[in-house]
């Protein structure tokens, strides 16, 4: 069975602070990857997918930044964090290419981020 | 422009009561369609998807959604409802891109016991 693991669970953080988020999918080769955000009572919002290592498109600039240095892992970061980075961040798989496969989304659990 | 819409913020109902989330979309051309669920704090879980064929899709947990054409909607339903039902009900469209998916502002649903 596949799983999917988010690390921290929460952060605090001050503003202008450096930021990194992770994420490590098990039990599944090539899945495509996600970042998401979510504002505290909001929707969500991709920030950025990848389908294969070394490659990440974003799709929002917020001033964050995200890489996929090995298959099963995908990493958000940002140097200089903003009181506007606070949130709710989901990382999400799905099966690799396109078509109906891949629109089924699996999220883990979610890292609570709190810039003061 | 391609928007999802879910018009109600909260819903309320008690136990063993059905209810209804509205989701309406606007999209040109084949899209794919999905309901998640999101317990307090937690990540969503995937509930049901429709892309094509039968217009009603059974999902987990007795849920289950309709596709209309005709209205731009993909509303949820569930004929008797649980206390642990009680959750954000998220929907979301994407085009046959696999990498994009758009989500609508989520309904919060009380289940009063």
């Known amino acids: 069975a596949q799983t999917i693991h988010q690390w921290p669970v929460a952060e605090i953080k001050a503003v202008g602070s450096p930021l990194s988020l992770g994420c490590t999918i098990k039990g599944k080769s090539s899945p495509n990857l996600y970042w998401y955000w979510q504002a505290t009572g909001g929707t969500l919002q991709q920030l950025f997918y990848?389908?294969?290592?070394?490659?990440v498109e974003s799709v929002v600039q917020l001033n964050l930044s995200a890489s996929r240095p090995k298959d099963d892992q995908f990493i958000l970061s940002t140097e200089k964090l903003l009181l506007s980075h606070s949130g709710f961040y989901l990382c999400?798989?799905?099966?690799?290419?396109?078509?109906?496969?891949?629109?089924?989304?699996?999220f883990g659990s979610g890292t609570r981020l709190t810039v003061l | 422009t391609q928007t999802v819409s879910q018009s109600d913020a909260h819903v309320t109902v008690f136990e063993g009561d059905s209810v209804e989330l509205r989701c309406n979309y606007s999209?040109?051309?084949?899209?794919?369609l999905s309901w998640y669920i999101q317990h307090h704090g937690r990540g969503l879980q995937f509930l049901l998807k429709y892309y094509s064929g039968n217009p009603v899709v059974q999902g987990v947990n007795g849920f289950e959604a309709e596709f209309s054409k005709s209205d731009s909607s993909f509303h949820l339903r569930k004929a008797s409802v649980h206390w642990s039902d009680s959750a954000v009900y998220f929907c979301a469209a994407s085009k046959n891109s696999g990498t994009y998916q758009r989500f609508g502002t989520g309904t919060k649903l009380q289940v009063v016991p």
């Open positions: 999400a798989w799905s099966l690799e290419g396109g078509g109906a496969s891949a629109e089924t989304l699996y």
């Open positions: 990848s389908i294969t290592v070394g490659q």
């Open positions: 999209y040109g051309g084949s899209i794919y």
